[in-house]
Every structure is written in C-alpha cells, then in structure tokens.
Nanobody, 123 residues
Framework: QVQLVESGGGLAQPGGSLSLSCAAS????????MGWYRQAPGKERELVAT???????NYADSVEGRVTVSMDNTRNTVSLQMNSLKPEDTAVYYC?????????????????WGQGTLVTVSS
C-alpha cells in the first residue's frame, strides 16, 4: 500500500513562518505530482500549491508570493514553506499526490491524500 505521511504544522503568529512536509512510501513506481490543499472550518477544501515531477508549480492566488512548494523526487517528499502567515491561512492542510504504483500485482495510478495537519495562525 502507498501512503502519505505529513509532518509540521502547529501554531504560528501572524507574519510568522511555518513549514510542512509530506513523505510518500510504499510500492511506488513514479510520482506524477504532489501538492497541498487546505480546508478551513465551514469551507470547502481548496488548492494551496502543487508541483509536478518535472518541477512545474501552481499556486493559489491567496498564497502567491508567500508560499513555496518543493519536491524531492529521490525521497518522494514534498514540502511547503509558508511565510508572512495570515489568520486566514488557518486550516487543516492536506498532502496530495498522484502516484503510479503496484497494487495487488497490477500497475495502477491513484490520487492519494494524507491525514491532514492543522495550521493555526493567531496572536
């Protein structure tokens, strides 16, 4: 089984910084893309940032210029560096990955999600 395990998150003050990491493990052949989404209380899950295995990135307008997503293809990890944090960045952040792997002996593509990690921005 392939799984995503997140780390990081926690409490930060407005204007502060926080870093999130996510590692994919299991029967991985190749990772197509990885990224981060977030869900604030009472709101739908939304894109934060994604990155492809060739380095192409996509950022939500709300975080552009304050957030950097990076991917380590050798370690199957994705990181999110968040700076100049705002209270509206408070949310549960979910790691996402599109992974080609082996499932029950068969080559399969799946979109996977991590369990989520809470980021709270408050003074």
């Amino acid at each position: 089984q392939v799984q995503l395990v997140e780390s990081g998150g926690g409490l930060a003050q407005p204007g502060g910084s926080l870093s999130l990491s996510c590692a994919a493990s299991g029967s991985i052949v190749t990772i197509n893309h990885m990224g981060w989404y977030r869900q604030a209380p009472g709101k739908e899950r939304e894109l934060v940032a994604t990155i492809t295995n060739s380095g192409g990135t996509n950022y939500a307008d709300s975080v552009e210029g304050r957030v950097t997503v990076s991917m380590d293809n050798t370690r199957n990890t994705v990181s999110l560096q968040m700076n100049s944090l705002k209270p509206e960045d408070t949310a549960v952040y979910y790691c996402n990955a599109g992974i080609y792997g082996v499932v029950a002996g068969l080559y399969r593509y799946r979109e996977l999600w991590g369990q989520g990690t809470l980021v709270t921005v408050s003074s």
